[in-house]
């Protein structure tokens, strides 16, 4: 029997599905823990280039298996399922890599760094008896899909503007001096654009901010007219102090209203240090976006579908608007303002 029917008798006679995590960065360690914590997930392996951070991460969460080479990881545990939480520019190489040994794929944001590699994925997908789910975890967070809903249902008429703004602290440019804040922070939103009009960016404007000694833009600015007549606005900066916080805003603007929502933590511990509590994304426990996106995944899995919330067209959809963002940004350096 092949690995793939091994795989299908598997999902049906309910043994647990065999799941592989690449990347052991924070992030990557949230998703090996959601995972764990699924009663029919079993976590066979872990990945990571640097081996002492893959065997730290399989020590503390009891994986038996760790591996630095993706290669050798499919050829040895044959998982049914791989999330991939590695740096965007590391993306497509692994995906393409368990597509072609059949297996699923969980797909961090962005997914792939161009609308080029996105095509290869694309046609990768197709060949393969896997799919690829695009971790926009925003899509199972209560509060936006609640607003999906309200939209949809007409709550509003007919969507005109929607304005997202999302500002993060300033040592992301440190953090990710390689990323631009199009693909790093404002690609959360031209995602939820996309999913609240189903429409398609027509033009594209964008203002960024330089800052002497900064690898990326400190602040970007951009607005898209869209095919449904919308017009979409997208705020993003990396300039708050390291223990700033504002909370993430969107506006959905109609013919008959508006909807707004604001996603302010509910706790705040304030101590030696104030710290906003997070309850919507990844609180502990089975509660929060990520564990419902993870539950999505695992299921369409088993199920051997490609997911009905978020394709992998969408997602390269957005990363050709997210560079449309960055072709289209005119600099204007901070001391001409």
Partial sequence: MTDDGHRQTNARRGVPTRVAVVGMGQFGTLHLQAFQAHPDCEVVAVVDRDEQRALEAARRYGVERTFTSMTEMLERTHPDALSIVTAGRDHLTPALEALSAGASVLLEKPVVMSGDEGDIL???????????????????????????????????????????????????????????????????????????????????????????????????????????????????????????????????????????????????????????????????????ALYAEIDHFLECVRSSRASELISLQEAVDGVRLAEQIVAQGIAVRRSEL
């Fill in 122 to 288: 694309l046609a990768a997908e197709r060949d393969s008896r896997g799919f690829v789910m695009p971790a926009h975890i925003l899509r199972f967070t209560t509060a936006y899909r609640a607003l999906h809903e309200r939209v949809w249902a007409g709550a509003v008429g007919r969507p005109r503007a929607l304005s997202f703004r999302r500002h993060r602290t300033s040592d992301h440019d440190a953090r990710f001096p390689d990323v631009h804040p199009a693909f790093m922070t404002t690609i959360h939103d031209v995602d939820l654009a996309l999913w609240l009009t189903r429409a398609k960016p027509l033009t594209v404007t964008s203002t960024e901010v330089l800052v002497e000694g900064r690898a990326q833009p400190a602040v970007v600015w951009s607005q898209v007219q869209a095919t449904d007549g919308s017009v979409w606005s997208f705020q993003t900066s990396w300039m708050l102090s390291d223990d700033g916080a504002l909370p993430d805003e969107l506006e959905v603007i109609g013919e008959d209203g508006l909807l707004s929502l604001a996603m302010v933590p509910q706790l705040r511990e304030f101590g030696t240090a104030t710290v906003a509590v997070d309850d919507a994304l990844t609180p502990p426990g089975r509660r929060g």
